[in-house]
């Protein structure tokens, strides 16, 4: 069974109840926008309504996981009224909650590129295994942006110390470095990945459907990610607003104009 509805977004459920959802727009290494985070939405909709599945295994297509958001479609975004901006936050938080609360066991395979809303995908699964090219960053900061709505959920995965550092320098980080903190779980030579993943996916498939339902609940009650409605509505009305700032509109411009933002020790004065 496979949809085709939104191609940025793919998925296919095999004989086993094993659905496989794959980010795809490879040719921007899998950055989110509009039409991704809806296709997100449109895969767990359609995966609860027909297919019931046992397992999601979260992917990236073509060399990069996910690269995080689309900076040029971000900086159109923030040019729009208030109200569409906390739409388009509104459904991004949703989407990452919505695979944070699955009811059943979530996989992430992660290959190249995690960078910024993509370590939040990671951090929101149950389980996340990394190839040893794999690089990530949490680097909303760099162009004047927050990761307020994953921090909660980048917390469980990593813990506040962690989150400290690399949500407030911005730098990158290796995959046995993303072990060490605790925002994966495994590492494995590139070529292996796939198998990793299937060997997991294997043992999960032994264990009780509603068992591991409620264990998932009942660990999730503990989680900071896991977010009564006013604190998410806070973290996606702050999201929105720091889109729509004159320091975001500098670090968008920056990137689209390939140069230093202002406030960078490399900006000409």
């Known amino acids: 069974m496979m949809n085709m509805t939104n191609t940025t977004v793919l998925w296919d459920v095999d004989r086993r109840g094993v659905a496989t959802v794959t980010l795809n727009r490879p040719d ?42 689309d900076l040029t479609w971000l900086r159109e975004v ?7 901006n906390v739409r388009i936050s509104r459904a991004t938080a949703e989407a990452t909650h919505r695979l944070n609360t699955l009811p059943v066991p979530t996989v992430a395979l992660v290959q190249g590129g995690c960078f910024g809303g993509g370590t939040g995908f990671v951090a929101v699964c149950d389980v996340a295994i990394a190839a040893d090219d794999a690089i990530f960053s949490i680097s909303e900061t760099r162009w004047g942006l927050m990761a307020g709505i994953i921090i909660p959920q980048l917390a469980d995965a990593m813990g506040v110390r962690q989150v400290r550092r690399y949500a407030l320098t911005g730098e990158r980080f ?82 689209v104009e390939k140069r230093p933002a202002r406030w960078s020790p490399g900006a000409q004065s």
């Open 28 to 69: 921007v290494n899998n950055a989110y926008n509009g039409d991704l985070i809806q296709g997100l939405h449109q895969a767990m909709d359609d995966l609860g309504k027909r297919s019931n599945p046992r397992v999601v295994v979260l992917r990236g297509n073509g060399k990069h996981f996910q690269a995080g958001a």
């Open 78 to 84: 923030g040019r729009r009224s208030e109200e569409e």
């Open 174 to 255: 290796d995959a046995h470095e993303a072990r060490r903190i605790g925002l994966v779980h495994e590492v494995v030579p590139r070529a292996e990945l796939e198998m990793a993943g299937e060997r997991l996916v294997s043992q999960l498939l032994q264990n009780a459907p509603d068992a591991c339902a409620q264990t998932k609940a009942v660990t999730l009650e503990s989680a900071w990610g896991h977010l009564a409605g006013s604190a998410l509505t806070r973290l996606i009305a702050q999201h929105a607003a720091k889109r729509r700032s004159d320091e975001a509109a500098e670090g968008l411009a920056s990137f």
